[in-house]
């Protein structure tokens, strides 16, 4: 037995199948057999579960689909084995497509959902379905559809954008967007929640010239947006510094007493744009010391500048303290 079984591998060497014709006609005649026993079990009927893809269209007028439901159904079916294995192979693959405003109109919601029974979309599905296969059940048994109603909303956009300047380099004016505002359209749930919009995440480094470009919108998914992205410009320009002199202002001052302070002025190095030189003056910046901050046995209040534009920065300040002396009224 074990001498037989030995010589098996011999039998199927590749010099023995060419000299020997036997071997050669015994394995035509064996794959005649498969193919001929293939072709007549493919020929029979079978019952089986099959998936097929279903795609969701037409939500009533203004509403919104707000759910995520089945995306595939599990047919339970009776065909031939040559169209199941036609199936198996995607050779007649295509989704059921179920129009929402026609399966929900005769059910009744609760809160906007609603439970469509897989028996009342029999005659759709197979009608969609190859009619070589008989339907024999669907699942699952019931389809959850949630539906919102549809908004839309005006709401500001804000640029996202990372700025890292040259030495002496600064913004001359805000970055700007165009169009300031968008219109976002989705389900109520969610635009109720937004007030404004970002665009993408973007960084410039090393800054010296003014720039511009198109940045997309982040919105929520289920969302549209129009339009759905913005122009921007990056205005800029090169600062220098100028040197102001400031009185000193006292805040939060008792009207009991009176306070002299050592000096009552103080110089302010300021950073700002070329084209805002001339214009800049004392008046656009506040030096004061708050009386509130007084501690006991402490004899200098530390003087704070009060910027009344953003595109002005405060390199220096001399003094940084004042000495000060408190009389009664």
Not at 220 to 230: A, L, Y
Not at 239 to 267: G, H, Q
């Amino acid at each position: 037995m074990n001498k037989t079984i030995n010589k098996i591998p011999e039998f199927f060497k590749i010099e023995r199948l060419k000299n020997d014709k036997r071997v050669v006609v015994f394995l035509i005649c064996l794959m005649i057999a498969t193919g001929l026993w293939f072709l007549n079990a493919l020929s029979k009927n079978y019952s089986t579960t099959i998936s097929y893809p279903v795609k969701y269209v037409n939500p009533p007028n203004r509403q919104f689909l707000a759910n995520e439901p089945p995306s595939k159904f599990e047919l339970k079916v009776n065909a031939h084995g040559f169209t199941l294995l036609r199936h198996k192979l995607g050779l007649s693959f295509s989704p059921i497509v179920l129009p929402l405003n026609n399966i929900t109109r005769n059910i009744e919601n609760q809160n906007g959902t609603y439970r469509v029974p897989s028996s009342a979309l029999m005659r759709r599905i197979r009608s969609q379905v190859s009619n070589e296969i008989s339907i024999l059940d669907v699942q699952p048994e019931f389809i959850p559809i949630v539906l919102d109603s549809l908004r839309t909303k005006t709401v500001a956009v804000k640029a996202n954008i990372n700025l890292n300047f040259k030495t002496q380099f600064n913004l001359k004016s805000p970055v700007s967007v165009s169009p300031a505002k968008v219109k976002i359209t989705g389900p109520s749930a969610i635009i109720d929640t937004i007030f404004s919009l970002n665009t993408v995440a973007k960084s410039y480094n090393n800054l010296d010239e003014t720039i511009e470009g198109n940045l997309d919108i982040v919105h929520p998914k289920k969302t549209n947006v129009d339009p759905n992205k913005v122009h921007f410009q990056i205005e800029v320009e090169k600062y220098t510094e100028k040197l102001l002199r400031i009185p000193i202002l006292i805040r939060n001052k008792p009207d009991s007493v009176s306070v002299k302070l050592f000096p009552s002025e103080v110089n302010v190095t300021c950073l700002v744009g070329l084209s805002e030189f001339d214009d800049l003056r004392s008046n656009k910046l506040n030096a004061f010391v708050d009386y509130s901050s007084i501690i006991e046995n402490a004899n200098r209040l530390e003087v704070i500048i009060e910027k009344k534009s953003s595109y002005i920065q405060v390199a220096r300040k001399s003094p940084e303290a004042v000495e000060y002396l408190i009389e009664k009224n």
